[in-house]
């Protein structure tokens, strides 16, 4: 659907290009450029709601446009909308600037880092026409194209994230107007310090330590917001594709200064159905279950590094201080064997065994006791895909599906829906299994 806000902002802008008192080049330079920025979008060829108007100055679609970046054209029409006292101009087109800089949508036209951004003059004026005008206040203007609060936006972004620092400072260049830039500028020098004091942890080495105390080989090392996820796969690895496969996973939460160890299972059958294969930045499994969980209360109660959150370890500690951390936990290890006796057994064969109303019944006693299904829904669709496994099409899985869906909040559902129209026509599972119930 095309962007009609960003088809109308141009349109605009172009408007007031044209009645100000700049000099003919100039005016047929930016509009070319302003049509440049809004072809970045998803957008339509709009010349024709100015053609008499462009035709006065000679305007030639076909001519190049300049090779002035996007920071500058935007620069440019902010300063004769800040000119003209048109708030709503300055308002739009810095709202259209972060958001494009937030997705990185304009990684070939700016400075890579922010250290060069902040000393670009465009930038800079940005900011101070911007400032200028939101001291003012933006109520009461169209909101058509929204303008996030910096405090709103910081929300998206992992602080210490390498990838995303220049470019979430950037943003906040531009919106965070409480505090002055140099303030900015001394926060993300902050904050990349501690990156660099820390990208050399005893923590990268937490592979090759687990490995030292058992059959433990690391298949994920993901990030997911404040914490450092690697999972281990157990044992060797079997030769049914659709086997269970038990994983130790291991996060690390760098706020919290905590290891978190948990049993993990993914299932072969379950990825077949999903038609997913995990890569090395995905730790995420099926099913799963608390250490804490299985591990015999009397043991964990005389561990002494065991906090509420986990096991303490900082990221500036030392690599002998990891390992002990590590120690201890792979030595509770043999409390799983219950867990991995019941992922022992086929899923497959237990649900052709079981069905469907078997589980639901034993649903919450084997959630808190083994991390399996936890919901009706997500039983439903394996037991649906199971029956496509065979030949036979689920049409009354598919029919308890969709009432269970009709009755559950939207924003509860997840890909479900789009997961039941894929199984009119053959397996089709959930991309993620559901944590908690669904309430009807």
Not at 67 to 79: F, Q, T
Not at 249 to 254: A, P, S, T
Not at 316 to 327: C, F, I, M, N, T
Not at 386 to 412: F, M
Request: glycine share 6%; net charge negative.
């Amino acid at each position: 659907m095309s962007e009609h806000a960003i088809e109308d902002l141009v349109e605009n802008s172009i408007r007031l290009l044209l009645a100000s008192d700049s000099a003919r080049d100039a005016k047929l330079r930016l509009t070319h450029d302003l049509y440049r920025v809004q072809a970045l979008f998803d957008t339509s060829d709009t010349t024709g709601r100015l053609r008499a108007e462009l035709a006065a100055i000679g305007y030639d679609p076909d001519a190049p446009a300049s090779d002035c970046g996007v920071l500058s054209i935007v620069a440019e029409i902010m300063a004769l909308a800040d000119a003209a006292d048109d708030r709503q101009r300055v308002r739009d087109w810095l709202a259209v600037l972060a958001a494009a800089i937030d997705e990185a949508m304009l990684d070939d036209t700016l400075p890579q880092d922010f250290a060069t951004f902040r000393q670009q003059p465009e930038a800079i004026a940005i900011r101070e026409i911007a400032g200028r005008h939101q001291a003012r206040g933006w109520r009461g203007l169209d909101a058509s194209i929204r303008l996030p609060s910096w405090s709103s936006i910081a929300q998206d972004y992992d602080r210490f994230a390498v990838h995303g620092m220049d470019r979430r400072s950037m943003v906040r260049f531009l919106l965070d107007h409480r505090v002055d830039a140099a303030r900015i500028a001394a926060d993300f020098d902050k904050d990349r310090q501690r990156v660099a004091r820390t990208a050399d942890t005893p923590l990268e080495c937490l592979p090759e330590i687990v490995a030292r105390y058992g059959a433990f080989r690391c298949v994920a090392d993901a990030t997911d917001g404040d914490k450092r996820i690697f999972a281990f796969a157990v044992g060797d690895p079997s030769t049914d594709r659709d086997a269970a496969r038990v994983h130790l996973v291991i996060e690390h939460n760098r706020d919290l200064n905590v290891l978190y160890p948990l049993f993990g299972v993914r299932s072969g059958l379950i990825e077949r159905w999903q038609g997913h294969t995990p890569g090395f930045d995905d730790a995420t499994m099926h099913f799963s279950e608390s250490m804490i969980g299985f591990v015999p209360s009397a043991l964990l109660e005389a561990d002494k590094q065991l906090g509420g959150t986990g096991w303490r370890w900082r990221l500036d500690q030392s690599g002998s201080l990891l390992e002990k951390r590590v120690a201890a936990i792979v030595g509770y290890w043999r409390h799983a064997a219950a867990l991995e006796r019941f992922y022992a057994k086929p899923l497959s064969e237990r649900i052709d065994e079981e069905g469907f109303e078997t589980m639901a019944r034993t649903c919450i006693e084997r959630a808190n006791a083994y991390g399996f299904f936890i919901n009706e829904v997500d039983m439903l669709f394996a037991c649906a895909c199971r029956s496509w496994d065979r030949g036979v099409k689920p049409t009354a899985e598919i029919v308890a599906i969709r009432d269970w869906l009709t009755h559950v909040q939207p924003d509860k559902r997840a890909d479900r829906v789009a997961c039941l129209a894929r199984l009119e026509d053959g397996p089709a599972f959930p991309a993620h299994l559901g944590r908690w119930p669904l309430r009807r």
